[in-house]
């Protein structure tokens, strides 16, 4: 397939046309953002993590019957995906408290959870990603009581898989989020990313954060802790 016009570019990627309308090419950059922009850098190498990474976890998933729009690897840093109309949610699943979770409710971070916790919100730049619970996700439309419950089977059926899969390789899966589309014939799969950007992961023996917390909080050695985490699942 030929990669067409730009259509979009976030953050982290870019979105590209190609000649079939039913698909597109994501592209994925080095760019680092967090706070809602305010913070920017580069994390050199990470668009060949998180496309790689990505396209590998979405194939798992579709075998354990979570529909996603991968279609193909392109390149190290190019997917070929299914053109999907993105539901305008945030859909962040919890094992353990950390970040806003932590804040919110003054649990201190490492504290266990004693089920997941699924949280939504509403995606929207200008204000902030605000969370939202069913009620406003019905009354604004942002998704039908049938997607909601779908999307939440999804969600969960994705962390019992890769909770249990990242833990053989040695890592925690702290908390995540997930973003899910409409392709044209209404069909809910699994969109966007699934990396160390968008999931806390932390070494399952020392607790060392391996994900964006890194590069947040200023650790250092996030360029490494992107290429552990790759080399654990990928063997690279
Ligand atoms: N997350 C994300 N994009 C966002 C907000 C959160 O990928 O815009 C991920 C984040 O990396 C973490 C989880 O969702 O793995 C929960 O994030 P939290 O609500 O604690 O927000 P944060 O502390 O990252 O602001």
């Known amino acids: ?28 950059k080095d760019d680092a953002t967090a ?6 850098g ?11 990474m990505t396209n590998f976890l979405m194939k798992l998933l579709e075998k354990q019957g979570v529909p996603t729009h991968f279609v193909e690897e392109l390149s190290d ?19 353990i408290a950390a970040g ?25 730049d ?5 969370m939202v619970n069913e009620y406003h996700i019905f009354a604004m439309n942002y998704a039908t009581p049938e997607e909601l419950s779908l999307i939440a089977d999804y969600a969960l059926k994705v962390n019992a898989f890769l909770s249990s899969y990242l833990l053989e390789h040695g890592i925690e899966l702290v908390d995540f989020k997930l973003e899910f589309g409409k392709t044209a014939d209404g069909t809910i799969v699994l969109a966007d ?37 790759f080399r654990r699942l990928l063997g690279e």
């Open 100 to 124: 806003s979770l932590s804040k919110r409710l003054g649990i201190e971070e490492g504290v266990k959870l004693s089920r997941p916790v699924i949280e939504y919100s509403y995606k929207n």
């Open 193 to 229: 990313e699934i990396s160390p950007d968008t999931c806390r992961l932390w070494d399952s023996t020392t607790h060392k954060k391996l994900d964006k917390d890194r590069f947040r909080r200023d650790l250092g050695g996030v360029e490494d802790a992107y290429n552990e985490v």
């Open 126 to 130: 200008a204000l902030g990603d605000p």
């Open 35 to 40: 706070f809602n922009g305010e913070k920017k």
């Open 1 to 28: 397939m030929k990669k067409m016009e730009q259509l979009y570019e976030g953050k982290a990627k870019k979105v590209f046309a190609t000649d079939d309308p039913n698909y597109c090419i994501v592209d994925y």
């Open 42 to 52: 580069t994390i050199v190498g990470k668009g060949v993590v998180n496309n790689r």
């Open 77 to 95: 840093r190019e997917a070929l995906v299914k053109k999907v109309t993105i539901v305008p949610l945030e859909v962040i699943v919890r094992n």
